[in-house]
């Protein structure tokens, strides 16, 4: 069975500060996709950063930058100069053949100022 | 392009009511799911769809039903509501793999 974990049910970071969110999976599969995607209050999913398993370079999309270790089964979120509007509830997922999203059951992240 | 569609955006129900939660996608993609999210489990699929005309079921698919007349059109039919339908419901839509799948902005469902 294919599974997310993330480990970290609620994180809080001073603004300006970087934060680390992890998330490890479990898959038999070698092709699979990655993403992390950001729930504010307003509830909307929205996409942040995603990765393809078979590239080694990680992906960065402006402040936000992924940790992929491949072999562990890791994929970890920093956010860089963390922002007020960065406050959300943080979900990793991955796809792999069959195109079936699978969660984690979340990251609550608290930006204080 | 407004991407995916949800209606409604509120609704209460009582018990043993039924109803159909709907959903509809302009970017002609493949992929269509329904998911349940709870506190403190995530997002939970209950049925998806790879095209017209083809469904499956997920993890958490008792109580509800789906078709798939149209690639645009993916409604999710709760048969006879229960308390522990209580939720908030999101449909998703994907051209597949890599591109991650777009998200309606949910229904909010209570169930009483």
């Known amino acids: 069975a294919q599974t997310v974990t993330q480990s970290q049910p609620e994180m809080s970071v001073q603004e300006a500060e970087t934060v680390t969110l992890s998330c490890t999976y479990d898959t038999s599969e070698n092709n699979y996709y990655l993403f992390w995607y950001k729930q504010p209050p307003s509830r909307q999913m929205i996409l942040v950063i995603r990765?393809?398993?078979?590239?080694?370079q990680n992906a960065t999309e402006n402040r936000f930058s992924v940790n992929f270790q491949k072999a562990a089964k890791s994929f970890s979120l920093k956010i860089s100069d963390s922002q007020l509007g960065d406050t959300a509830m943080y979900f990793c997922?991955?796809?792999?053949?069959?195109?079936?999203?699978?969660f984690g059951t979340g990251t609550s992240l608290t930006v204080i100022p | 392009n407004a991407g995916v569609t949800q209606t409604p955006k509120f609704q209460v129900l009582k018990t043993g009511q039924s109803m159909t939660l709907q959903c509809a996608q302009d970017m002609n993609h493949e992929y269509m799911s329904w998911y349940r999210q709870d506190p403190g489990m995530g997002l939970r699929l209950i049925h998806y769809s790879v095209g017209a005309g083809i469904t499956d079921q997920g993890e958490v698919p008792n109580g509800y039903n789906v078709s798939r007349s149209t690639t645009e059109d993916f409604p999710l039919r709760l048969l006879s509501a229960a308390p522990s339908q209580t939720s908030v419901y999101f449909c998703?839509?994907?051209?597949?793999?890599?591109?991650?799948?777009?998200f309606g902005s949910g229904t909010r469902l209570t169930v009483v």
């Open positions: 998703a839509s994907s051209q597949g793999g890599f591109y991650g799948y777009t």
């Open positions: 990765q393809e398993a078979y590239k080694q």
């Open positions: 997922a991955f796809i792999q053949a069959g195109n079936q999203f699978y």
